[in-house]
């Protein structure tokens, strides 16, 4: 993100922190593990279709559908490190790496996705700005901005029951997602730039119902696309849902500085090698907030220093493992 390394926004303790951070080479690119990684994942996803292929017309080709699933999300923690420029140091490198996973792998649209994730990142759990809030359901406190404060009808049954339906309501964030896509690119559909967008969105849904039908039968066909996004939204919907659900939000127009806000807001995750796996790096969720363009393998090195900061200008460091964060975020809607 632009945004990602500028100071100005922040107390002097923040300049000096960013400062200690770059000395530490903590900005610099990481190629040879991004190299890797976009390899062997992949891969990983080509070879979930070749078992898909080789099994053929079956239901054990469902277990197939959950592995890609995962391998999808794993894509997708890759596309939105591409889309902080993490990756490479030229915005187009990053930009065609993020449409070949985004667009043509996964069917997500990368333009879409960039400006509104900038826009999360700029304005975290701020109400009537952050467009991650109320994402699937009605968020904590985000009926606030209504202005006769009440809401009716199905808005205010899933305000009831968002608690109960936190989890069921996951397994369709895929769907919200690729209609948003579609949604943008009809209307950007005058821009030059979003013809390649276009195209590979519509060439990726082609060529994935052709194939499921084409090897399945219609039943299986069905419940294989159904198990494919069940567990791709799912998995999505659990790695993000953890970083700021249960945090402070904040009123439209909030006034306070860059590290403040990004710092109150977000949650990190406990635990070792598995857990930064699992969450795609999103488990250093405070210092990516504070430094969005750092490589996702700096984040850990840079956590002794951001936790210091932290302390040291008593913003606090929330952290929690990943189960008990589960729990805060559905206690904080069961109170809302």
Not at 120 to 133: K, M, S, T, V, Y
Request: proline share 4%.
């Amino acid at each position: 993100m632009q945004t990602a390394i500028t100071t100005e926004a922040g107390p002097r303790e923040f300049q000096q922190l960013t400062l200690a951070v770059r000395a530490a080479g903590l900005f610099e690119r990481r190629l040879g593990y991004y190299g890797v990684k976009v390899v062997v994942t992949v891969a990983a996803f080509g070879a979930g279709w070749l078992g898909f292929f080789l099994l053929g017309d079956s239901w054990a080709t469902l277990a197939i559908a959950a592995f890609l699933g995962v391998a999808a999300t794993q894509l997708g923690f890759l596309g939105h490190d591409a889309g902080h420029r993490q990756i490479f140091e030229s915005r187009r490198a990053n930009r065609l790496l993020g449409l070949g996973i985004g667009n043509g792998l996964i069917g997500l649209s990368y333009g879409w996705w960039v400006p509104k994730h900038n826009a999360h990142h700029a304005h975290p759990n701020e109400l009537g700005r952050d467009p991650d809030i109320g994402v699937g359901l009605p968020s904590a406190g985000a009926h606030r901005d209504d202005p006769d404060g009440e809401l009716h009808g199905v808005a205010r049954w899933l305000d009831r029951w968002q608690a109960q339906l936190f989890f069921p309501l996951m397994l369709l964030r895929s769907t919200g997602l690729y209609v948003s896509g579609f949604q943008d690119v009809i209307r950007r559909r005058r821009e030059r730039s979003v013809l390649t967008e276009g195209a590979l969105l519509v060439a990726h849904v082609a060529l994935y119902l052709t194939v499921v039908f084409w090897v399945l039968s219609p039943t299986k066909a069905i419940a294989f696309i159904a198990v494919h996004q069940a567990a791709f939204s799912l998995y999505l919907g659990c790695s993000f849902a953890p970083n700021h659900k249960g945090m402070p939000l904040l009123e439209d127009g909030t006034e306070m500085c860059f590290a403040r806000r990004q710092v109150i807001t977000a949650r990190n995750l406990s635990g070792g090698r598995l857990t930064g796996f699992l969450f795609g790096g999103l488990n250093y969720q405070i210092e990516h907030h504070l430094f969005p363009t750092m490589p996702r393998p700096n984040l850990a090195r840079a956590q002794a220093m951001v936790r210091a900061f932290c302390h040291d200008n008593q913003l606090g460091y929330a952290e929690a493992r990943p189960l008990a964060s589960y729990v805060l975020a559905v206690r904080a809607l069961q109170v809302a």
